[in-house]
């Protein structure tokens, strides 16, 4: 297992000088200096100013040595400052916008799980029926639905409609009057429509690919062993064929992390709430050169994260992963 | 067994399914719509009416007016050539580059292969919206751009796809018998691998401009895709988030219309994978 798992982080190294290179050439693309606009707008600037803070970022020099020395300061986490009027360390922003969203996409992963799995259950245990059928309408509706529509539908449905909850932030104006049990009730409150959109797309993806996996996994011959041996119908779907269909789950979960970490701009913006998302929004809105870098790069990063954590629980699961 | 080419069957079996048939109508009806645009549309797109804004749907306007007084049908129709568009530039651009990587990878192994599947796995850790809104946003938001960012984000499906074909032929005997006959590696990959491996392209391609286009509407709404006065479904849906209160049809039909094309992409996308490939029948 350790094996594994030294095998798995050796991998990792050349993916993640492939990522660093790839942010580092995307945001060199672009036309003109990352000082450009900070100080184009600001007259005062003159010519000796601009190509002072030039070599301050080391712009003057060239490209390859631009980079070197930008890995040299990744190593140590220092993604430099952000360009905004606050002018704080790139990484202390990040980090704490980190949480939010990584605890929505933490929970809208459990609903994903929660509602998927036994609707992919359900359906392949009884192909073509009704309620099949029904699933698979779903699914594809569920594929073909923009995000950020089905966000605005339900803030008018249950937010301006119904008033039942709240369509933006993460908390109420009057937040810091309430008791502590009303409190937690009033973030919850807050939480249920961005969890909601940002589990939708996976929901479908998931319930689907549950489906062909149980229905794979009927198929084989110890499933037909089982029955044979006069086992309840139930122990024979939920002991032996759902251990097995859910083991490929993991890496779709693995899969799913980019996916989220990309999503979170839609919802955030739509909802208000202050994650990666909407930072990394505002970031390339107003081309702030080092908070997109870093961002881009610590994107990257969580999945490769995913990806690993998703790796190693398969190994954990499936003994046959670690002998390979 | 009936006779017939390859495309004769293909037809033969996709017109059973009666799904895949509803969507290859639906996109022939926006391939129609599109071109048609200046012929069907009831008002021009871009008209101004600063008295009439924002007026619910009525015969005058059947889908209602924008925040501007524009006909909101209008703008939609030539949304429609919009979406087509993008979709198309971009997976267009996505198949080539997933096509010949693909195919590098694939037909010559070692270290090549070693090289692009890196590059594939690097470019797969991204998370494709943020690396789309970096490059947009750094250049200009305009529709080209968009088609080009949105295709060098999305081609990495192909190319495993098209390496999985490859490896698969390379070593079959019409492979070495050409090779006997004395064909280069780019006839061998183009001539003999190529349209073998053309079947599964073809439906990743139908499904990939399902995704542009969401992937477009939900760059347009966010204020990062097609520009306005440039009509989008995206960023008719940006109106409709601004005016939530108190037009609802600003939102509503924009975004069905989204709904439907995208649904009818993955229709028929799923039923040319069976019809091309029978053994998937259930």
């Given amino acids: 297992m350790f094996f594994y798992l030294f095998k798995r982080l050796l991998t990792m190294i050349p993916l993640l000088l492939g990522i660093t290179l790839i942010s580092f050439t995307v945001i060199h693309l672009a036309p003109g200096k990352p000082t450009d606009l900070a100080l184009d707008l600001n007259p005062a600037v003159t010519k000796e100013v601009k190509e002072k803070m030039e070599r301050l970022y080391g712009l003057d020099k060239p490209l390859h040595v631009q980079y070197w020395n930008w890995l040299k300061r990744l190593a140590v986490l220092d993604f430099g400052n952000s360009f905004a009027t606050d ?23 459990a609903l994903i799980m929660a509602v998927a799995i036994p609707l992919g259950i359900a359906s392949a245990t ?18 073909a639905i923009p995000t950020f529509w089905l966000a605005l539908l339900l803030m008018i449905l249950f937010g301006l409609e119904l008033n039942w909850l709240p369509i933006s932030g993460l908390t109420s104006y009057n937040y810091d ?16 429509l961005p969890v909601l959109i940002s589990a939708f797309g996976g929901l479908a993806g998931m319930s689907r690919y549950m489906r062909a996996n149980m229905l794979e996994v009927i198929r084989q011959d110890y499933i037909t062993t ?66 997109v870098m870093g961002g881009l790069v610590i994107g990257a990063v969580l999945t490769l994260l995913g990806n690993l954590l998703a790796d190693l629980s398969y190994a954990i699961v499936d003994p046959r992963i670690r002998v390979k | 067994m009936p006779s017939g080419t390859l495309a004769q069957e293909t037809w033969r079996r996709f017109k059973t399914n009666k799904l895949a048939m509803a969507g290859a109508v639906v996109v022939l009806f926006l391939f129609v719509i599109s071109i ?25 306007h059947l889908l209602g007016t924008d925040e501007l007084g524009r006909d909101v049908l209008a703008r939609m129709i030539y949304g429609a050539q919009i979406s087509l568009k993008v979709g198309f530039v971009a997976v267009g651009i996505a198949t080539l580059i997933g096509i010949v990587l693909g195919a590098l990878a694939g037909y010559y192994s070692g270290w090549v292969d070693a090289v692009i599947m890196r590059l594939v796995d690097i470019m797969l850790c991204f998370p494709a919206f943020f690396l ?8 200009e938001p305009s529709i080209w751009n968009i088609m080009i960012v949105i295709g060098l984000t999305s081609w990495m499906g192909v ?22 006959l004395g064909a280069s590696d780019y006839r061998i990959i183009f001539r003999h691998l190529m349209p073998n491996a053309m079947a599964p392209v073809l439906v990743s391609a139908t499904l990939g401009v399902a995704g542009a286009i969401l992937t477009e509407s939900a760059l347009s709404f966010l204020g990062i895709g097609v520009q306005p006065p440039t ?52």
């Fill in chain 1, 87 to 109: 002018g704080r360390p790139v990484l202390d922003k990040i980090g704490e916008r980190l949480p939010i969203t990584i605890t929505i996409n933490l929970l809208s992963m």
């Fill in chain 1, 126 to 143: 009884r192909p073509h029926s009704l309620f099949d059928q029904a699933t698979t309408v779903f699914v594809f509706v569920g594929f």
């Fill in chain 1, 177 to 192: 009057q309430l008791g502590p049990f009303m409190q937690a009730w009033d973030r919850v409150q807050h939480l249920i």
């Fill in chain 1, 226 to 291: 089982a029955r044979a041996k006069g086992l309840k119908e139930r122990v024979v779907i939920y002991k032996h064929a759902l251990r097995n269909a859910l083991m490929p789950v993991i890496t779709l979960l693995g899969l799913s992390v980019p996916g989220l970490i990309g999503g979170s701009v839609i919802f955030e913006s739509i909802f208000a709430i202050p994650g990666l998302g909407q930072l990394f929004y505002q970031g390339v809105m107003s081309r702030d050169y080092p908070l």
């Fill in chain 2, 36 to 60: 048609l645009a200046p012929l069907v549309s009831p008002h021009d797109p871009n008209q101004f009416h600063l008295k009439r804004v924002l007026e619910s749907p009525s015969w005058d």
């Fill in chain 2, 132 to 139: 789309i809104l970096a490059v947009i946003a750094l250049l």
């Fill in chain 2, 159 to 180: 190319a495993r796809l098209v390496r999985a074909e490859f490896m698969g032929l390379k070593n079959r005997e019409f492979v070495s018998a050409a090779r006997v």
């Fill in chain 2, 231 to 282: 009509p989008s479904w995206g960023n008719i849906l940006t109106a409709g988030k601004d005016n939530i209160e108190v037009a609802w049809w600003l939102s509503v039909f924009p975004g069905l219309a989204i709904l439907v094309t995208v649904l009818a992409y993955n229709l028929l996308g799923e039923g040319l994978r069976e019809a091309l490939d029978p053994r998937l029948r259930e």
